[in-house]
């Protein structure tokens, strides 16, 4: 050590103990204007706690000068815990700042308030240093003449707090900490060269500072408590040092340029931490990026990731990719958590460096487990376009493309691994299938959210992939004439998918209608199983599901076969506990129709059988079984028209007996199209059949008129008595009312039991002779028949 006689400083040590000090200077100290000069000075607290009485300090010397080590030790002598030293308003400069305690029994906590701490250790760093089980906070001002190094080295897991502003006077400012602690800076940051984070403690940066320089993030954690956290300096990234920001106090945006010689995790459950400079940075190697549970690590657009380098995304949170410029190679692998891209309104191109939109890059994506997930999210203007490289979805990962936008498979390969639980790929848009090759895409399920067009000699369709279309809104598949390969077609959700008449054969290895209608268009189609689970399956033409096969119903559903006229063979009906098939010929008047069902199995709830055209005793339809039904089975047939019921003569199936319906009103409304006014609640209880017996009855009171609702309505026969005294008057009207007995030998009949009643029909059909009937007598007596101008009355 020497002695300087020109600014009368000891040099070459940066702390000079106080027993080193009494050595050199026997036992006595240098003294300028009454305070200690380059000596330790430490604090006794035996007055008060003001810093500027002397006798709170050993030798009763005030710690005011360059070089002086300042300490203040908690221990059996001097109690600091709960204590606040004032600096009032003054400046007190000082070399070297140690709080510290020797009792560990519990966590200790002291204070420095007012005034400023200058720091100026004669050349050398300075010190701001926190030792063992104290906490401690420092509201005055800070500055300093020299590299300022402040450290947290308390293996006990305690805070310092540093709520004034630091002015670091052009030099470098050091934060270290250890394991468990915490550097929390509240004041702002002004004048530093460089700001420097050592240690793998936390350092929390909540002013809006202004530094310029480099911010050398260098390990551990900084909590960026604002967004002007790292002034305006370049954030560098120490290579290994893993590096994590957390944003747990809100989410930030940084405008700070960063090197990013390694990777870095993000924590804040629920917060994004956005860098958003305008900035390329180049990849030289693998970047790894963790962002931790809830939290997101969000590029801006601006911030491009270009170079030869790979990502690898890590842990549980959300890495968010948004510049189009993200031109880096080597590739973007998901191992946890979930990728997005900001929204896509042009071409966003996968595995190829053509285009101009590359937010995943341009080298191969590898979306790699069941915790991993690929987001693109798009416009309804937008396309994704795999158009090379591969791209790899494995053991139960998923891409969604999300926002309505257009999926193009159109190049490169997409390979879904070869685990037990493949990936899975979904587009809540259109998707057009090209040739990218689709690699273990058994089993595999392909979700398209609107049309799916086939591009003629498209290999993508041949791998095997199941397509499922769900949509509450119309889809349609596209495509030019026979389409082969295609695995398992589900149609789900409310609204109607068609299969376009461009489409002449289409081959599956199975179809199924769960919800919504599935029109088939008028395609052959070439498949091993049929399923129903709720939805309507419509045909235009004759057996257009090939080979003949079973049906398979799904248990507690309720399907729908539309034929429109055309004959169709099964082979069976395998029914599912409590489910239901209604079968609507829906042939043309006077066209005879064959529906064969083959084997019915299961414990089906009802077998409705629609626009069958027939009576009792004969029938230009037919409905055919191979099996002997039992009185069960044949007790859950329902033609409608017709009670329900019935008989099986040879194969064929028929009616059991005409219906009997009998008006409720239950609906409240007057509409005899309305299911819920007739006994029984059904759609098929609505009496619409020649032979139906139709009864108004005591719930009928005081229904003046009945609404048709613009259809005709074919019945044979009405009784009317609503057990009104007098004088009641119903008017009929809104389509025609149809007599028709349906049998040449039976005459339809229009009976009232109240005698001083009044029926009014608008317009009236007699298909059959009709007897009027009053009370038990077979004249017009009191009843009065209302018959229009456009009323038709064949017979005598």
Same mark, same amino acid.
Do not use: C
């Given at each position: 050590?020497?002695?300087n006689n020109?600014?009368?400083?000891?040099?070459?040590?940066?702390?000079?103990?106080?027993?080193?000090?009494?050595?050199?200077?026997?036992?006595?100290a240098?003294?300028?204007?009454?305070?200690?000069?380059?000596?330790s000075?430490?604090?006794?607290?035996?007055a008060?706690?003001?810093?500027?009485?002397?006798?709170?300090?050993?030798?009763?010397l005030?710690?005011?000068?360059a070089?002086?080590s300042?300490?203040?030790?908690?221990?059996?002598?001097?109690?600091?815990?709960?204590?606040?030293v004032s600096?009032?308003?003054?400046?007190?400069?000082?070399?070297?700042?140690?709080?510290?305690?020797?009792?560990?029994?519990a966590?200790s906590?002291?204070g420095?308030?007012?005034?400023?701490?200058?720091?100026?250790n004669?050349?050398?760093?300075s010190?701001i240093s926190l030792?063992?089980s104290?906490?401690?906070?420092i509201?005055?001002?800070?500055?300093?003449?020299?590299?300022l190094?402040?450290t947290?080295d308390s293996?006990y897991g305690?805070k310092?707090?540093?709520?004034?502003?630091?002015?670091g006077?052009?030099?470098?400012?050091?934060f270290?900490?250890?394991t468990?602690?915490?550097?929390i800076v509240?004041?702002?940051i002004?004048?530093?060269?460089?700001v420097?984070?050592?240690?793998?403690g936390?350092?929390? #940066?909540?002013?809006?500072?202004?530094?310029?320089?480099?911010?050398?993030?260098?390990?551990?954690?900084?909590?960026?408590?604002?967004?002007s956290?790292f002034g305006?300096?370049?954030?560098? #990234?120490?290579?290994g040092?893993?590096?994590?920001?957390?944003?747990?106090?809100?989410?930030?945006?940084?405008?700070?340029?960063v /090197?990013?010689?390694?990777?870095?995790?993000?924590?804040?459950?629920?917060?994004?931490?956005?860098?958003?400079?305008?900035?390329?940075?180049?990849?030289?190697?693998?970047?790894?990026?963790?962002?931790?549970?809830?939290?997101?690590?969000?590029?801006?657009?601006?911030?491009?990731?270009?170079?030869?380098?790979?990502?690898?995304?890590?842990?549980?949170?959300?890495l968010?990719?948004?510049?189009?410029n993200?031109?880096?190679?080597?590739?973007?692998?998901?191992?946890q958590?979930?990728?997005?891209?900001?929204?896509?309104?042009?071409?966003?191109?996968?595995?190829n460096?053509?285009?101009?939109?590359?937010?995943?890059?341009?080298?191969?994506?590898?979306?790699?487990?069941?915790?991993?997930?690929?987001?693109?999210?798009?416009?309804? /203007?937008?396309?994704?376009?795999?158009?090379?490289?591969?791209?790899k979805?494995t053991?139960?990962?998923?891409?969604n493309?999300?926002?309505?936008?257009?999926?193009?498979?159109s190049?490169?390969?997409?390979?879904?691994?070869?685990s037990? /639980?493949?990936?899975? #790929?979904?587009?809540?848009?259109?998707?057009v299938?090209?040739?990218?090759t689709?690699?273990?895409s058994?089993?595999?399920?392909?979700?398209?959210g609107?049309?799916?067009?086939?591009l003629?000699?498209?290999?993508?369709?041949?791998?095997?992939?199941?397509i499922?279309?769900d949509?509450a809104?119309?889809q349609?598949?596209?495509?030019?004439?026979?389409?082969t390969?295609?695995g398992?077609?589900?149609?789900?959700?409310?609204?109607?998918?068609?299969?376009?008449?461009?489409?002449?054969?289409l081959?599956?290895?199975?179809?199924?209608?769960?919800d919504?209608?599935?029109?088939?268009?008028?395609?052959?189609?070439?498949t091993?199983?049929?399923?129903?689970g709720?939805?309507?399956l419509?045909?235009?033409?004759?057996?257009?599901?090939?080979?003949?096969m079973?049906l398979?119903?799904?248990?507690?559903?309720?399907?729908t076969l539309?034929?429109?006229?055309?004959?169709?063979?099964?082979?069976?009906?395998?029914?599912?506990?409590?489910?239901s098939?209604?079968?609507?010929?829906g042939?043309?008047?006077?066209?005879?129709?064959?529906v064969?069902?083959?084997t019915?199995?299961?414990?089906?709830?009802?077998?409705?059988i629609?626009?069958?055209?027939?009576?009792?005793?004969?029938s230009?339809d037919?409905v055919?079984?191979?099996?002997?039904?039992?009185?069960?089975?044949l007790?859950?047939?329902?033609?409608?028209?017709?009670?329900?019921?019935a008989v099986?003569?040879?194969?064929?199936?028929?009616?059991l007996?005409?219906?009997?319906?009998?008006?409720?009103g239950?609906?409240?409304?007057s509409?005899w199209?309305?299911?819920?006014?007739?006994?029984?609640?059904?759609?098929?209880?609505?009496?619409?059949?020649?032979?139906?017996?139709?009864?108004?009855?005591?719930?009928?009171?005081?229904?003046?008129?009945?609404?048709l609702?613009g259809?005709?309505?074919?019945?044979g026969?009405?009784?009317?008595?609503?057990?009104?005294?007098?004088?009641?008057?119903?008017?009929?009207?809104?389509?025609?009312?149809?007599?028709?007995?349906g049998?040449?030998?039976?005459?339809?009949?229009?009976?009232?039991?109240?005698?001083?009643?009044?029926?009014?029909?608008?317009?009236v059909?007699?298909?059959?002779?009709?007897?009027?009937?009053?009370d038990?007598q077979?004249?017009?007596?009191?009843?009065?028949l209302?018959l229009?101008?456009d009323?038709q009355?064949?017979g005598?």
């Amino acid at each position: 050590m020497q002695h300087n006689n020109m600014n009368n400083a000891f040099t070459g040590s940066e702390n000079i103990t106080r027993n080193t000090l009494i050595s050199i200077l026997g036992g006595g100290a240098l003294l300028l204007g009454g305070s200690a000069y380059g000596a330790s000075a430490d604090w006794t607290g035996a007055a008060d706690d003001n810093w500027s009485e002397a006798s709170n300090w050993s030798l009763s010397l005030v710690p005011n000068s360059a070089g002086t080590s300042v300490n203040f030790i908690h221990n059996d002598a001097v109690k600091i815990d709960g204590k606040t030293v004032s600096l009032g308003t003054a400046t007190n400069t000082i070399g070297s700042l140690s709080i510290a305690s020797t009792d560990i029994s519990a966590m200790s906590n002291f204070g420095i308030s007012g005034g400023t701490l200058n720091f100026d250790n004669l050349g050398s760093d300075s010190m701001i240093s926190l030792l063992d089980s104290i906490n401690a906070t420092i509201d005055s001002k800070i500055t300093t003449s020299n590299n300022l190094n402040i450290t947290n080295d308390s293996t006990y897991g305690a805070k310092l707090t540093l709520n004034g502003t630091i002015n670091g006077g052009g030099k470098k400012l050091t934060f270290e900490d250890g394991t468990n602690n915490k550097i929390i800076v509240n004041g702002a940051i002004t004048n530093a060269s460089s700001v420097n984070k050592e240690g793998v403690g936390s350092l929390a #940066l909540n002013g809006a500072n202004s530094f310029n320089g480099q911010f050398n993030f260098n390990a551990g954690t900084v909590a960026v408590g604002n967004n002007s956290a790292f002034g305006n300096a370049i954030i560098v #990234l120490a290579d290994g040092g893993d590096q994590e920001f957390d944003v747990s106090s809100g989410s930030r945006t940084l405008s700070n340029q960063v /090197t990013l010689n390694d990777g870095f995790s993000v924590a804040g459950v629920g917060k994004t931490l956005k860098l958003n400079a305008n900035e390329i940075a180049t990849l030289t190697k693998d970047l790894n990026l963790e962002a931790g549970n809830g939290a997101t690590l969000d590029f801006g657009s601006n911030f491009a990731l270009q170079g030869s380098g790979a990502i690898n995304k890590t842990d549980n949170g959300t890495l968010v990719l948004e510049s189009k410029n993200n031109t880096f190679s080597g590739g973007l692998n998901i191992q946890q958590g979930a990728v997005s891209t900001a929204t896509v309104s042009d071409t966003l191109t996968i595995g190829n460096a053509s285009g101009t939109n590359h937010m995943l890059g341009t080298g191969d994506i590898d979306v790699s487990s069941a915790s991993s997930i690929l987001n693109i999210n798009t416009s309804a /203007t937008g396309n994704v376009d795999f158009a090379g490289s591969t791209t790899k979805i494995t053991d139960g990962a998923t891409i969604n493309v999300l926002g309505g936008g257009t999926t193009t498979l159109s190049g490169g390969t997409i390979d879904f691994g070869n685990s037990a /639980t493949k990936g899975s #790929l979904h587009s809540s848009g259109s998707v057009v299938l090209g040739n990218t090759t689709l690699l273990n895409s058994d089993g595999v399920i392909l979700d398209v959210g609107k049309d799916l067009t086939i591009l003629s000699g498209s290999t993508s369709v041949q791998s095997g992939i199941g397509i499922t279309m769900d949509s509450a809104s119309a889809q349609n598949i596209n495509g030019t004439g026979a389409i082969t390969g295609v695995g398992a077609l589900t149609k789900s959700g409310k609204g109607t998918l068609t299969v376009q008449s461009g489409i002449t054969d289409l081959s599956l290895l199975s179809l199924t209608a769960l919800d919504g209608t599935l029109d088939l268009g008028t395609a052959t189609i070439a498949t091993s199983t049929v399923n129903l689970g709720g939805g309507t399956l419509v045909m235009h033409q004759a057996d257009q599901i090939s080979p003949w096969m079973d049906l398979n119903l799904a248990q507690d559903t309720d399907s729908t076969l539309n034929f429109n006229g055309y004959d169709q063979h099964f082979t069976g009906v395998n029914s599912g506990n409590n489910s239901s098939l209604t079968v609507n010929m829906g042939g043309t008047g006077g066209s005879s129709n064959l529906v064969a069902l083959g084997t019915l199995s299961g414990a089906s709830d009802a077998l409705r059988i629609g626009g069958w055209e027939g009576n009792l005793g004969s029938s230009l339809d037919h409905v055919t079984v191979d099996n002997t039904l039992t009185a069960d089975q044949l007790s859950s047939v329902w033609f409608q028209g017709f009670n329900q019921g019935a008989v099986q003569v040879g194969d064929e199936l028929r009616p059991l007996e005409n219906m009997t319906a009998e008006w409720s009103g239950a609906s409240g409304s007057s509409l005899w199209g309305n299911g819920q006014n007739w006994v029984g609640g059904d759609t098929y209880n609505i009496p619409d059949h020649a032979g139906a017996s139709v009864i108004f009855g005591a719930s009928a009171t005081g229904l003046s008129s009945l609404s048709l609702g613009g259809t005709d309505r074919t019945i044979g026969s009405l009784t009317v008595g609503t057990g009104a005294a007098t004088g009641y008057a119903m008017t009929v009207s809104g389509g025609t009312l149809i007599f028709d007995s349906g049998d040449a030998n039976t005459q339809a009949a229009i009976t009232q039991t109240d005698r001083d009643g009044t029926l009014n029909f608008g317009n009236v059909q007699l298909n059959s002779d009709t007897v009027v009937t009053t009370d038990s007598q077979r004249s017009i007596g009191a009843v009065a028949l209302v018959l229009t101008a456009d009323s038709q009355v064949p017979g005598n």
